[in-house]
């Protein structure tokens, strides 16, 4: 006999405890109840209509257990404005209540009701109640640290189905994920706190900027392990953004330089807001600023003219050198490019891009000029492939071909390909994380980890020898550099040959040695060569181990570059602390207007477009006032008429004294801002983050953007109320009224002019023009009329006190005054 069906009216229980465990095993049986409404044994005391005191042991006086589809929902809407919703009460009858004797001192089974109706039921369906789909702590445990990892739902979902018996469905994930995650009001609170708690170490550079109307603009970070970082190693720099990193729409700039490792280390990161030689300019001199930028020597990026711009004015001892693969990705692109209208010959192609390519990989002048001649034959005058490579490419041929970077120490970074692989990285960890403030401790956190790894590199080396034999004059200097570097005087060593053709040259202590193309020259004292791999890396080339294995001494330890020395050296190194403040405003700079018509046109749609976002979201009676405003001045603009426009503060008192209101500052803002839910040792969280652009798509047959919106017919709104229909009805009839009017006062002057000619010239001065006028016949002209009088200014409109004060001096013709709106 099941325990369902041995329940019984009276049925008798202990205490609570035992009527819990036997409700968990009735739900063996796929019978689910849960707890409905319970009455206290505090509550039932302190209710004076109680005589009977009852001991506070026994915890309730009644319980209830229900199924989950019991009763009937209770609507919390209003006006039945909530949209439609699925509940899972369904006035299922079941319930199960037991009510504590005093007196027998036992719970009994007062109401009894077992049938369910209304709704299926069976095992599969118990399975989908969300009591069911409850976790344990081990199961929940699991899931948070797997979603926070970035794991895909779909794969912890089977996992917690095999392994923990859970019954999830995606959207359960999702939304422990979100709450994980957080909110995105919550975004930038997140941020500062995190921000904040870098701000705590002050080796660390933290500094956040922002625009005078509180607007976060830059972001720039860097900690104390990577200046150290930087000083040891920041002989060359890559720089270079990449961009859809999180939802606030910023650029993401890393600096990065090359460790003994080979491999690429950050040594700060910024986020921008707008890619402009100014506010790169403005992060790098907060890097300049903490750092001693004369150790770089070497910067390189895209071709990018705010980077560039950017680099010289603050790396100023450094060169300069553009990344070759986007050069010839560049080229690439301009060659296959139609010129008007007509497309090269493919094999054309080909070989400009390949004497391109000879002209970047020239190790002789000679051959840099052969290729430079055929590129500039390839068409003449404006706008042709020779005048595209002599205005663009060999006008800087120092920043991206061999030959002009042969004498810089650049560890043979031609590209910025190691950065832009450690950019791909980023975003395979964060994969779809957009908020600011988990991108910024993942980017934290891949910084530690990757400096972590070179402490464990090391130690690795430490334990571990190498089987193969280096040479005997070779060996102490081998042990003291990276194994990566030493990778590279191995394959000095395979090229080096048995002999070599020198001549000394005892004026200048140096031997002559020479070569199928060139004479490469090495100092006597065999510390330096003006071969490509010595200039590149400052380890001993061919040349030098030649001599030193001809004169049979020892490479000297130390007497080379001690960037490839084997050790961390950042370990031992020390900065200051940081010089910078936490934030600063970043004024914008101020553009010269173009005087042509369309970039005024484009401007000014931009300005009443971002209007338009604004005043879309007032009120009706709000938007309907500040839309007559800007009317009346497009009225103004258009009869040529100079603008006063003067903004007053409300006093009830004495409204006739004038008072400019200014909109408070940013500083002022952060003063007054009300206490938030955290505290922070920063201004920062009175700021806001920028909202980003949202990406318009391109119409697949119009060459424009809106053309396609623009030809559409515009409709008339339908949802016009019966009180607004009236309205408009009236206001148009006092239109065609008074358009009736000018048309008779404009018949009247005609008529007065044709019988005194003599007053001919001053009646047409004091005539309304024919442009001004409309006449009955002319349709066009009458529906412009009837549209300047359908936004004219009422006076009802003028007398909104609570919104702006017109001003008191009495405005002249010539200089009409208009009252402001005032924006809460």
Same mark, same amino acid.
């Given at each position: 006999?099941?325990? !369902?069906?041995?329940?019984?009216?009276?049925?008798?229980?202990?205490?609570?405890?035992?009527?819990?465990?036997?409700?968990?095993?009735?739900?063996?049986?796929?019978?689910?109840?849960?707890?409905?409404?319970?009455?206290?044994?505090?509550?039932?005391?302190?209710?004076?209509?109680?005589?009977?005191?009852?001991?506070?042991?026994?915890?309730?006086?009644?319980?209830?257990?229900? =199924?989950?589809?019991?009763?009937?929902?209770?609507?919390?809407?209003?006006?039945? @404005?909530?949209?439609?919703?699925? #509940?899972?009460?369904?006035?299922?009858? #079941?319930?199960?209540?037991?009510?504590?004797?005093?007196?027998?001192?036992?719970?009994?089974?007062?109401?009894?009701?077992?049938?369910?109706?209304?709704?299926?039921?069976?095992?599969?369906?118990?399975?989908?109640?969300?009591?069911?789909?409850?976790?344990?702590?081990?199961?929940?445990?699991?899931?948070?640290?797997?979603?926070?990892?970035?794991?895909?739902?779909?794969?912890?979902?089977?996992?917690?189905?095999?392994?923990?018996?859970?019954?999830?469905?995606?959207?359960?994930?999702?939304?422990?994920?979100?709450?994980?995650?957080?909110?995105?009001?919550?975004?930038?609170?997140?941020?500062?706190?995190?921000?904040?708690?870098?701000?705590?170490?002050?080796?660390?550079?933290?500094?956040?900027?922002?625009?005078? &109307?509180?607007?976060?603009?830059?972001?720039?970070?860097?900690?104390?392990?990577?200046?150290?970082?930087?000083?040891?190693?920041?002989?060359?720099?890559?720089?270079?953004?990449?961009?859809?990193?999180?939802?606030?729409?910023?650029?993401?700039?890393?600096?990065?330089?090359?460790?003994?490792?080979?491999?690429?280390?950050?040594?700060?990161?910024?986020?921008?807001?707008?890619?402009?030689?100014?506010?790169?300019?403005?992060?790098?001199?907060?890097?300049?600023?903490?750092?001693?930028?004369?150790?770089?020597?070497?910067?390189?990026?895209?071709?990018?003219?705010?980077?560039?711009?950017?680099?010289?004015?603050?790396?100023?001892?450094?060169?300069?050198?553009?990344?070759?693969?986007?050069?010839?990705?560049?080229?690439?692109?301009?060659?296959?490019?139609?010129?008007?209208?007509?497309?090269?010959?493919?094999?054309?192609?080909?070989?400009?891009?390949?004497?391109?390519?000879?002209?970047?990989?020239?190790?002789?002048?000679?051959?840099?000029?052969?290729?430079?001649?055929?590129?500039?034959?390839?068409?003449?005058?404006?706008?042709?492939?020779?005048?595209?490579?002599?205005?663009?490419?060999?006008?800087?041929?120092?920043?991206?071909?061999?030959?002009?970077?042969?004498?810089?120490?650049?560890?043979?970074?031609?590209?910025?390909?190691?950065?832009?692989?450690?950019?791909?990285?980023?975003?395979?960890?964060?994969?779809?994380?957009?908020?600011?403030?988990?991108?910024?401790?993942?980017?934290?956190?891949?910084?530690?980890?990757?400096?972590?790894?070179?402490?464990?590199?090391?130690?690795?080396?430490?334990?571990?020898?190498?089987?193969?034999?280096?040479?005997?004059?070779?060996?102490?200097?081998?042990?003291?550099?990276?194994?990566?570097?030493?990778?590279?005087?191995?394959?000095?060593?395979?090229?080096?040959?048995?002999?070599?053709?020198?001549?000394?040259?005892?004026?200048?202590?140096?031997?002559?040695?020479?070569?199928?193309?060139?004479?490469?020259?090495?100092?006597?004292?065999?510390?330096?060569?003006? =071969?490509?791999?010595?200039?590149?890396?400052?380890?001993?080339?061919?040349?030098?181990?030649?001599?030193?294995?001809?004169?049979? +001494?020892?490479?000297?330890?130390?007497?080379?570059?001690?960037?490839?020395?084997?050790?961390?050296?950042?370990?031992?190194?020390?900065?200051?602390?940081?010089?910078?403040?936490?934030?600063?405003?970043?004024?914008?700079?101020?553009?010269?207007?173009?005087?042509?018509?369309?970039?005024?046109?484009?401007?000014?749609?931009?300005?009443?477009?971002?209007?338009?976002?604004?005043?879309?979201? !007032?009120?009706?009676?709000?938007?309907?006032?500040? !839309?007559?405003?800007?009317?009346?001045?497009?009225?103004?603009?258009?009869?040529?008429?100079?603008?006063?426009?003067?903004?007053? &503060?409300?006093?009830?008192?004495?409204?006739?004294?004038?008072?400019?209101?200014?909109?408070?500052? #940013?500083?002022?803002?952060?003063? +007054?801002?009300?206490?938030?839910?955290?505290?922070?040792?920063?201004?920062?969280?009175?700021?806001?983050?920028?909202?980003?652009?949202?990406?318009?798509?391109?119409?697949?047959?119009?060459?424009?953007?809106?053309?396609?919106?623009?030809?559409?017919?515009?409709?008339?709104?339908?949802?016009?109320?019966?009180?607004?229909?009236?309205?408009?009805?009236?206001?148009?009839?006092?239109?065609?009224?008074?358009?009736?009017? !000018?048309?008779?006062?404009?018949?009247?002057?005609?008529?007065?002019?044709?019988?005194?000619?003599?007053?001919?010239?001053?009646?047409?001065?004091?005539?309304?023009?024919?442009?001004?006028?409309?006449?009955?016949?002319?349709?066009?002209?009458?529906?412009?009329?009837?549209?300047?009088?359908?936004?004219?200014? +009422?006076?009802?409109?003028? @007398?909104?006190?609570? +919104?702006?004060?017109?001003?008191?001096?009495?405005?002249?013709?010539?200089?009409?005054?208009?009252?402001?709106?005032?924006?809460?």
């Amino acid at each position: 006999m099941s325990l !369902l069906k041995s329940l019984a009216l009276n049925q008798t229980f202990d205490s609570n405890s035992e009527i819990v465990e036997f409700i968990k095993q009735l739900e063996t049986e796929n019978v689910y109840l849960r707890r409905g409404h319970c009455e206290s044994i505090s509550s039932y005391n302190n209710d004076r209509r109680n005589q009977i005191i009852v001991d506070e042991k026994f915890e309730f006086k009644r319980i209830q257990y229900m =199924c989950p589809h019991f009763g009937t929902h209770k609507s919390r809407s209003e006006k039945g @404005s909530r949209l439609n919703q699925n #509940v899972m009460p369904n006035n299922c009858p #079941v319930q199960i209540r037991f009510v504590l004797n005093p007196v027998s001192e036992k719970f009994e089974i007062k109401v009894l009701e077992l049938e369910h109706k209304f709704h299926p039921v069976s095992a599969e369906h118990v399975k989908t109640y969300a009591r069911k789909r409850h976790m344990n702590d081990e199961a929940l445990s699991f899931a948070n640290g797997a979603l926070s990892a970035g794991a895909q739902p779909t794969k912890i979902r089977k996992i917690l189905q095999e392994k923990f018996g859970s019954n999830l469905i995606s959207k359960d994930l999702i939304n422990m994920k979100q709450k994980l995650i957080g909110n995105l009001e919550d975004d930038w609170s997140n941020a500062v706190g995190f921000l904040d708690s870098l701000q705590q170490d002050p080796n660390n550079v933290v500094k956040v900027l922002h625009d005078p &109307e509180g607007e976060v603009t830059a972001i720039f970070v860097q900690l104390e392990k990577q200046r150290k970082l930087y000083k040891m190693y920041g002989k060359v720099v890559e720089v270079d953004g990449t961009y859809k990193i999180e939802q606030a729409g910023f650029a993401l700039y890393h600096l990065l330089i090359e460790d003994n490792n080979g491999d690429g280390q950050p040594v700060a990161f910024f986020f921008i807001r707008e890619e402009t030689t100014e506010a790169i300019s403005e992060c790098l001199r907060i890097f300049a600023e903490n750092n001693d930028v004369s150790i770089t020597k070497v910067t390189i990026s895209d071709k990018d003219c705010a980077e560039i711009a950017a680099l010289e004015n603050c790396f100023p001892h450094a060169v300069h050198i553009l990344c070759q693969f986007h050069a010839l990705k560049a080229v690439d692109v301009y060659v296959k490019k139609p010129k008007d209208g007509e497309r090269v010959d493919k094999e054309k192609i080909h070989y400009i891009i390949k004497q391109f390519r000879a002209a970047l990989y020239a190790e002789t002048q000679a051959d840099f000029e052969t290729a430079k001649a055929y590129l500039l034959k390839q068409g003449s005058g404006p706008g042709s492939i020779a005048a595209y490579f002599e205005n663009n490419w060999f006008n800087i041929a120092d920043k991206w071909s061999n030959l002009g970077r042969r004498n810089l120490p650049t560890f043979g970074n031609n590209t910025t390909n190691r950065l832009e692989r450690f950019h791909h990285t980023i975003k395979d960890v964060l994969q779809k994380t957009k908020r600011l403030s988990e991108v910024l401790r993942n980017l934290i956190d891949i910084v530690l980890i990757r400096l972590s790894d070179r402490q464990l590199k090391l130690r690795i080396r430490e334990v571990k020898f190498s089987k193969k034999e280096k040479h005997p004059l070779l060996k102490k200097f081998a042990d003291t550099i990276s194994p990566f570097a030493w990778g590279h005087l191995e394959a000095e060593l395979k090229i080096m040959k048995a002999n070599y053709n020198y001549v000394l040259n005892e004026e200048s202590s140096t031997y002559h040695i020479v070569s199928r193309y060139t004479t490469y020259k090495l100092k006597q004292d065999l510390t330096g060569c003006t =071969c490509k791999f010595f200039l590149d890396f400052l380890l001993p080339c061919r040349h030098i181990i030649y001599f030193h294995i001809k004169e049979n +001494t020892e490479v000297p330890v130390g007497s080379f570059s001690h960037h490839w020395l084997n050790e961390c050296l950042e370990n031992d190194a020390v900065v200051s602390a940081s010089v910078s403040s936490p934030s600063g405003v970043q004024r914008p700079k101020k553009t010269r207007l173009r005087a042509t018509g369309k970039s005024q046109y484009i401007m000014a749609t931009n300005v009443f477009r971002s209007m338009a976002d604004t005043m879309s979201g !007032l009120a009706a009676s709000d938007f309907e006032f500040q !839309l007559h405003f800007f009317i009346n001045i497009h009225k103004l603009m258009k009869e040529g008429k100079p603008l006063r426009v003067m903004e007053e &503060e409300k006093q009830e008192t004495d409204p006739s004294i004038n008072l400019l209101v200014d909109s408070p500052t #940013v500083a002022e803002r952060i003063e +007054t801002s009300t206490a938030s839910t955290k505290v922070f040792s920063q201004p920062w969280a009175s700021l806001r983050l920028p909202v980003a652009p949202v990406k318009r798509g391109r119409p697949k047959q119009d060459k424009g953007y809106f053309t396609a919106y623009k030809k559409k017919s515009k409709t008339t709104r339908d949802d016009v109320s019966v009180v607004d229909q009236e309205r408009m009805n009236e206001e148009r009839m006092f239109e065609q009224e008074e358009a009736r009017a !000018l048309e008779q006062e404009q018949v009247d002057h005609q008529s007065e002019s044709y019988a005194d000619p003599a007053s001919s010239v001053s009646c047409s001065n004091e005539c309304v023009s024919s442009a001004d006028s409309p006449s009955l016949n002319n349709r066009s002209t009458l529906i412009a009329a009837l549209s300047d009088h359908e936004y004219a200014m +009422t006076p009802k409109m003028l @007398s909104k006190k609570d +919104t702006c004060l017109i001003a008191s001096a009495v405005p002249t013709s010539d200089s009409p005054a208009i009252p402001v709106p005032a924006f809460d």
